[in-house]
């Protein structure tokens, strides 16, 4: 099975080769697509665009019998700023499925900062005196003290989305 990943992000890569690992023969590659939405989705809906649109795009690719995409966002409701995740996966017949991920409470300074414009990544990157956090522990990494990575938060997302996969085809 070949599968085609809208990101060239190391831990969203990561986490499509971890939870590929029951599928032997799984060729994965990256490709760089666009997510269609802003560079920061800032509401639950666009996050789970952003990946819907990534998986289209990479399912296009070569001989990919599926694409991923996986899309990290913010919203904010009456209880304050949140870390969403979203995945999608598009196989050859156009058919999509879609997986919600994990949510977090963020500190609301943080979230304050990104509804004025500044991406998340980078507000990470300047608090933390660090570099990329986004493709390492991530700021659920951070926020979690550790326990839960960036990527092992996507692998949850793949093996929901493959899981409805087999489901459907009957694997
Ligand atoms: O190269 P791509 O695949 O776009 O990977 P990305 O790290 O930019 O990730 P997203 O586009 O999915 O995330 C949207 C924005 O939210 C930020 N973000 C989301 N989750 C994050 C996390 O856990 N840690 C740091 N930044 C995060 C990220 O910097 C982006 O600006
Ligand atoms: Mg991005």
Known sequence: ???????????????????????????????????????????????????????????????????????GGIYEDSSGFYLTNWGALTDKTGKVFTAGGARILLPYEIGLHVKKGVELGIVMDSLFSAENIREKEGAVGIFTNGMVSRSEMFVHIVKLLMGQYYFHYNR
């Open 1 to 71: 099975m070949q599968i085609a990943v809208g990101t060239l992000n190391k831990a969203k890569l990561e986490a499509v080769r971890k939870a590929m690992l029951v599928e032997q023969s799984a060729v994965i590659f990256p490709v760089d697509v666009p997510s269609g939405v802003s560079s920061q989705p800032f509401s639950d809906e666009e996050t789970m665009l952003g990946a819907v649109n990534r998986s289209k795009k990479a399912a296009e690719f070569g001989e990919a019998d599926a694409g991923i995409g996986l899309e």
